[in-house]
């Protein structure tokens, strides 16, 4: 259907990222996600099943957005040590410069139906897969070096993931900043070759 | 007061924990928390003023508990390594340990009303230039190098935290298993001398 419902949805992801980030999700009414879109609460179920699906939707795109950030990033080379630069590069930035939408997407998962929570599961357990695929293609390489590649890979993600909870756009850091010093950071916690 | 008074405030913080962890601070009710500790809801008034009241009791315990392990470890020796090593172990352990209640301190803090929220940022400021004096000290002793101490030092934290939204008590990996791990990350990524 053409027209301008592409746009009431647009509105609507972010009037209810806006308040999810605010109340959290439980705290949010479908009647709050209306008022902050300038819509009324039926119009809300035109577009979208229930809160839930909204979440979903959210979680949906959040992550399908990272894991290609992350795929782009082994792509862009076939050094371990330049994908890993590339991949934490596009990831810290992404967590300071996404970081409303990425605490939904992080922090609320367990608001997720079952089905829905699967799914993102699914994105989730593919993102860890190509950071742990770089972090062992480097140490068998011989180019890092680590005890325990699955922890230090899932590590790497920790790190990106919690810059959403703390940046502050206000703070004295762009994204930028963060990004070039979380490579270094990277590139240390793989025992690369400096 | 002597009596049961202790024994319902425990229980009723447990019951908060509990109730925050499920549904968020904004999804719980007073009555949730009544309901989880065994109690009437006009019992809950009894002994707090109102839910936020709960979650100020809850972040102030942690936040002192935390605090406290970081000093400890900073006191634990003269060497910035020996420090890094032991507010590291401490810091990764109990996040791990106390994932549950941990979230609820890290990620609701936009709950706490203004008062409290400034009280709490006091704390979280102390945790952070107790990890800073440690990297700075290991600067200036030419054990550590680093660019950006105080962007370290907060990575240093951050990632401790995040052990809190992704440890499972069922995972293959006990607390002590990730605070080994973090020991090594944490040297690393200050640049310590191996």
Redesign the interface.
Known sequence: MPGAQPNARTRLVDAAIESFA???????TTRDIASAAGMSPAAVYVHHKSKEDLLYLISKEGHERTLRLVEEGVASSADPVEQLRAVMRAFAAHHARGHTGA?IV??EL??LNEEHLAEIREYRRAIEQRMRDVVTAGVAADVFAT??PR??A??LL??G???A??YRDEGD?APE??AD??C??AL??V?AAQ
């Not at 605010?22 to 949010?28: L, R, S, Y």
């Open positions: 605010a109340k959290g999700f439980h705290g949010t605490r992080n922090y367990a608001a005890s325990n922890m230090t899932l590590a920790s790190l993931i919690d810059v909870r703390w850091w900043d963060i010093h979380y270094e950071l240390r916690m025992g």
